[in-house]
């Protein structure tokens, strides 16, 4: 499997961005997506996550109601709607993909990372 995010970029305080992840290779039912972050001096951080059946969703405290995850079977791709955005927000974010279990607690692959800056 084969994960690549992008939409990654500068914006300033109270606005948004949509990150994306195409899969690619062995994707589908019984696979469970989601997004972590890292922001630099600490440890990479829960973010969201998805089943691929979309029927269920998790999110950290820190941004329910200004994130949204979803995706779309079609195009193989998980999208991250950022709303809202604070400085706080700023990292590098990464896409995540687990097989037969939330990918929450375990993940088997791992995207590049793509950098999220918002300014004051």
């Known amino acids: 499997v084969q994960l690549v995010e992008s939409g990654g970029g500068l914006v300033q305080a109270g606005g948004s961005l949509r990150l994306s992840c195409a899969a690619s290779g062995r994707t589908g039912s019984g696979w469970s997506i989601g997004w972590f972050r890292q922001a630099p001096g600490l440890e990479r951080e829960f973010v969201a996550a998805i089943a691929w059946s979309g029927l269920y969703t998790n999110y950290a405290d820190s941004v329910k109601g200004r994130f949204s995850i979803s995706r779309t079977n079609a195009k193989r791709t998980v999208y991250l709607q950022m709303d809202s955005l604070k400085p706080e927000d700023t990292a590098v974010y990464y896409c995540?993909?687990?097989?037969?279990?939330?990918?929450?607690?375990?993940?088997?692959?791992w995207g590049q990372g793509t950098q999220v800056t918002v300014y004051a």
């Open positions: 995540a993909a687990r097989w037969g279990g939330d990918v929450e607690t375990s993940v088997d692959y």
